[in-house]
Nanobody
Framework: QVQLVGSGGGSVQAGGSLRLSCAVS????????VGWFRQAPGEHRDEANL???????????VYAESVKGRFTISKENAKDTLFLQMNSLKIEDTGVYHC??????????WGQGTQVTVSL
């Protein structure tokens, strides 16, 4: 099994930046893809949209069109940590950000979510 703990959310003015972190533990050797979803206000997590994802071992990141050029997903495998650097934040970026992991040993694993609030 894999466990995820997300952190780093907060409140920021539009145009500001935040960095989210997701600590990964367990069978990290079985990981395939990790990433972040955003659950907008009023949505259930099942309705959340993919923000960014990346292969755990190697490969190019994939971003939602709405965040391209503003967000950067990265990982530090030595510390089993996933990051999401969010710059030039917009009000529509507000939501609960969930990190997730897909592995070869079980169903998708979710972190508990971290709130990001962007205001004028």
């Amino acid at each position: 099994q894999v466990q995820l703990v997300g952190s780093g959310g907060g409140s920021v003015q539009a145009g500001g930046s935040l960095r989210l972190s997701c600590a990964v533990s367990g069978h990290t050797s079985a990981l395939e893809t990790v990433g972040w979803f955003r659950q907008a206000p009023g949505e259930h997590r099942d309705e959340a949209n993919l923000v960014a994802r990346i292969k755990w071992t190697s490969g190019s990141p994939v971003y939602a069109e709405s965040v391209k050029g503003r967000f950067t997903i990265s990982k530090e495998n030595a510390k089993d940590t996933l990051f999401l650097q969010m710059n030039s934040l917009k009000i529509e970026d507000t939501g609960v950000y969930h990190c997730y992991a897909d592995s070869i040993i079980g169903p998708r694993t979710w972190g508990q979510g971290t709130q990001v609030t962007v205001s004028l």
